[in-house]
């Protein structure tokens, strides 16, 4: 009886991972002979759980301004993440050149799993005592031990919830290149996959998040500018837009105009403060439902300026506001109280959203406004006989300086423009700002520079002002060294900031450093505190505005004492 004896059929060797030799294929679809990626489970990158402790620790240096328990935690989490993309990049190109052994592999994990947290508990450690040290030398209160712990959770869930979405991202590639795989070769169909899973998450970003973002945010700007702040109600005096006579409408003023036409200190309390009877001051506004667009809303201004007589008074001051139209009532009372009233102060709002908003959509409308209304009011002034004249003032916060500049042009222009202009708190991107910087005298800090060509000055502190000697400048930069609207800026990836190198600002901590990417991420995050910091630090200035108009133009008589008294009548 014959036996049946059964071979099998020759071993295939798989090529090696990495190995340029072709796949065997039976027939025109035949299914590739390398190992399957896996696409649900996978492990964690090495290189990347590395550079992501690095990130973490890194994210608890010392920026320009401290940050709340929840704030550092989200800020952690994010670098973390940041840190992990890059490193896994960094482990992917490293394995295309050559494939490290598991025995390496293991003694690097070894390595990370002793040494990570003890790095992290050191930063920890540090990181409270940055933090602690940032608010005494900003005068606030310290944060609480404990703190830390709730940093870490908020920090460990922020990295897990973006760590997961990613791999939920990754899985949409695979599972695209998995469909492709049996119509083109196995590495087109991933990079197709890739390709398309970014496409449509950038869509989904950028069109349904960020414009949907956008657009809320307009609507909920519009209805919240309809209202009208508490203890607020329609001035009695013909001095006021939206008041008696008035050519603008009390309905169209908006919210921050309404603000502004209100708040204004009485006689009496100007009384009570000078000494000396005062006039009412005027103060007028435009919203964007005051007129159609920006030329008719300024031309409307100028015959409201002259129905209340404002080029009779000792000062007119034009006030491009911030992006909802805002205007810090600190800086225009202060105005007020110097001059005892003899003022009438103009502005015009040009958005409903905030100013980062309006920075990163619209910065054109800042641009037009400015334009508009210090060109108007301007060629009105100039048109006066030169011994009559009011002082002409021009102020400018945040956005409005930027608005501000490039209604001018030149630095030159500025200085002939106007008796006087204060702009605070510039931004990284106002090119006169940037012109003078570049070109500041020999030896000077650039965030307190100086430029003796023309009767400009820069002041990191308001109290500084007070001892310049010399004729008034006629444009005065205030530019508090931790306002991170003034430093922060795109080259900070990659390029260490001439304002962390030698001396530092008064209120920037020694332990700040700069490191690539971190830096940059950090001082961002410090502008989502930079308006909630002490007077005279981040991108409050508030009270130190008298320091501002007292330099650029004081009243007859008026002294130093006289500031130190009006500051703390506003800081009360």
């Given at each position: 009886?014959?036996?049946?004896?059964?071979?099998?059929?020759?071993?295939?060797?798989?090529?090696?991972?990495?190995?340029?030799?072709?796949?065997?294929?039976?027939?025109?679809?035949?299914?590739?002979?390398?190992?399957?990626?896996?696409?649900?489970?996978?492990?964690?990158?090495?290189?990347?759980?590395?550079?992501?402790?690095?990130?973490?620790?890194?994210?608890?240096?010392?920026?320009?301004?401290?940050?709340?328990?929840?704030?550092?935690?989200?800020?952690?989490?994010?670098?973390?993440?940041?840190?992990?993309?890059?490193?896994?990049?960094?482990?992917?190109?490293?394995?295309?050149?050559?494939?490290?052994?598991?025995?390496?592999?293991?003694?690097?994990?070894?390595?990370?799993?002793?040494?990570?947290?003890?790095?992290?508990?050191?930063?920890?450690?540090?990181?409270?005592?940055?933090?602690?040290?940032?608010?005494?030398?900003?005068?606030?209160?310290?944060?609480?031990?404990?703190?830390?712990?709730?940093?870490?959770?908020?920090?460990?869930?922020?990295f897990g919830l973006l760590l997961l979405t990613a791999r939920l991202l990754r899985l949409?590639?695979?599972?695209?290149?998995?469909?492709?795989?049996?119509?083109?070769?196995?590495?087109?169909?991933?990079?197709?996959g890739f390709v398309v899973v970014t496409v449509l998450s950038y869509g989904a970003f950028?069109?349904?998040?960020?414009?949907?973002?956008?657009?809320?945010?307009?609507?909920?700007?519009?209805?919240?500018?309809?209202?009208?702040?508490?203890?607020?109600?329609?001035?009695?005096?013909?001095?006021?837009?939206?008041?008696?006579?008035?050519?603008?409408?009390?309905?169209s003023l908006g919210r921050q105009g309404r603000n502004f036409v209100t708040k204004a200190?009485?006689?009496?309390?100007?009384?009570?403060?000078?000494?000396?009877?005062?006039?009412?001051?005027?103060?007028?506004?435009?919203?964007?439902?005051?007129?159609?667009?920006?030329?008719?809303?300024?031309?409307?201004?100028?015959?409201?300026?002259?129905?209340?007589?404002?080029?009779?008074?000792?000062?007119?001051?034009?006030?491009?506001?911030?992006?909802?139209?805002?205007?810090?009532?600190?800086?225009?009372?202060?105005?007020?109280?110097?001059?005892?009233?003899?003022?009438?102060?103009?502005?015009?709002?040009?958005?409903?959203?905030?100013?980062?908003?309006?920075?990163?959509?619209?910065?054109?409308?800042?641009?037009?406004?400015?334009?508009?209304?210090?060109?108007?009011?301007?060629?009105?002034?100039?048109?006066?006989?030169?011994?009559?004249?009011?002082?002409?003032?021009?102020?400018?916060?945040?956005?409005?300086?930027?608005?501000?500049?490039?209604?001018?042009?030149?630095?030159?222009?500025?200085?002939?423009?106007?008796?006087?202009?204060?702009?605070?708190?510039?931004?990284?991107?106002?090119?006169?700002?940037?012109?003078?910087?570049?070109?500041?005298?020999?030896?000077?800090?650039?965030?307190?520079?100086?430029?003796?060509?023309?009767?400009?000055?820069?002041?990191?502190?308001?109290?500084?002002?007070?001892?310049?000697?010399?004729?008034?400048?006629?444009?005065?930069?205030?530019?508090?060294?931790?306002?991170?609207?003034?430093?922060?800026?795109?080259?900070?990836?990659?390029?260490?900031?001439?304002?962390?190198?030698?001396?530092?600002?008064?209120?920037?901590?020694?332990?700040?450093?700069?490191?690539?990417?971190?830096?940059?991420?950090?001082?961002?995050?410090?502008?989502?505190?930079?308006?909630?910091?002490?007077?005279?630090?981040?991108?409050?200035?508030?009270?130190?505005?008298?320091?501002?108009?007292?330099?650029?133009?004081?009243?007859?008589?008026?002294?130093?004492?006289?500031?130190?008294?009006?500051?703390?009548?506003?800081?009360?």
């Amino acid at each position: 009886m014959r036996r049946l004896v059964v071979t099998a059929p020759p071993e295939t060797t798989a090529p090696r991972r990495g190995s340029w030799l072709p796949t065997q294929r039976r027939g025109p679809i035949a299914k590739s002979t390398l190992p399957r990626r896996r696409v649900v489970r996978c492990g964690l990158s090495v290189t990347g759980f590395g550079l992501s402790a690095v990130f973490y620790c890194l994210s608890f240096t010392p920026s320009l301004l401290p940050r709340s328990w929840f704030l550092q935690g989200v800020v952690a989490g994010l670098t973390a993440v940041l840190g992990y993309a890059a490193g896994t990049a960094i482990g992917a190109l490293v394995r295309l050149r050559c494939w490290p052994s598991r025995r390496v592999e293991l003694i690097a994990w070894r390595l990370l799993f002793a040494l990570v947290p003890v790095l992290i508990l050191i930063f920890l450690w540090l990181g409270t005592r940055w933090q602690r040290d940032l608010r005494i030398r900003l005068g606030m209160e310290p944060q609480q031990e404990y703190d830390a712990m709730r940093t870490v959770g908020v920090s460990l869930l922020t990295f897990g919830l973006l760590l997961l979405t990613a791999r939920l991202l990754r899985l949409a590639a695979h599972g695209i290149a998995r469909l492709l795989e049996r119509l083109v070769p196995e590495s087109a169909a991933y990079c197709a996959g890739f390709v398309v899973v970014t496409v449509l998450s950038y869509g989904a970003f950028d069109g349904l998040l960020v414009d949907s973002l956008y657009t809320t945010a307009d609507r909920s700007a519009a209805i919240t500018d309809s209202g009208t702040g508490s203890g607020v109600v329609r001035p009695d005096s013909v001095l006021r837009s939206g008041g008696p006579g008035s050519l603008v409408s009390w309905d169209s003023l908006g919210r921050q105009g309404r603000n502004f036409v209100t708040k204004a200190p009485t006689p009496r309390q100007i009384t009570d403060f000078t000494g000396r009877p005062a006039a009412e001051p005027i103060r007028l506004y435009a919203g964007l439902a005051s007129a159609g667009d920006v030329r008719q809303r300024a031309g409307l201004l100028v015959r409201e300026m002259e129905r209340t007589g404002a080029f009779d008074r000792a000062v007119v001051a034009v006030f491009t506001p911030t992006g909802t139209g805002w205007v810090d009532n600190d800086v225009t009372s202060s105005l007020e109280y110097m001059y005892g009233g003899d003022t009438a102060l103009v502005s015009m709002q040009y958005s409903y959203l905030p100013s980062a908003l309006c920075f990163l959509f619209g910065r054109t409308q800042v641009v037009d406004a400015a334009s508009a209304l210090i060109t108007a009011v301007h060629d009105r002034w100039a048109a006066m006989p030169a011994g009559a004249r009011p002082k002409l003032l021009i102020f400018g916060e945040s956005l409005g300086t930027y608005g501000t500049e490039h209604t001018f042009g030149t630095a030159e222009k500025m200085v002939a423009g106007a008796d006087g202009i204060l702009l605070e708190g510039p931004t990284f991107a106002n090119p006169i700002h940037q012109r003078l910087t570049r070109d500041r005298a020999e030896g000077t800090p650039v965030w307190d520079p100086s430029y003796p060509a023309l009767p400009i000055e820069f002041a990191s502190r308001a109290e500084e002002l007070r001892s310049r000697s010399g004729p008034p400048p006629k444009v005065v930069y205030m530019q508090n060294s931790s306002d991170p609207v003034v430093w922060v800026s795109p080259s900070l990836l990659w390029h260490r900031p001439q304002w962390l190198h030698g001396e530092r600002g008064p209120d920037v901590t020694p332990a700040m450093h700069w490191y690539p990417v971190i830096t940059f991420w950090q001082t961002t995050v410090d502008l989502i505190f930079a308006n909630k910091a002490p007077t005279g630090h981040g991108h409050v200035y508030k009270s130190g505005t008298v320091d501002g108009w007292a330099a650029l133009a004081p009243p007859p008589g008026w002294t130093t004492a006289d500031t130190v008294r009006l500051r703390d009548l506003l800081d009360r």
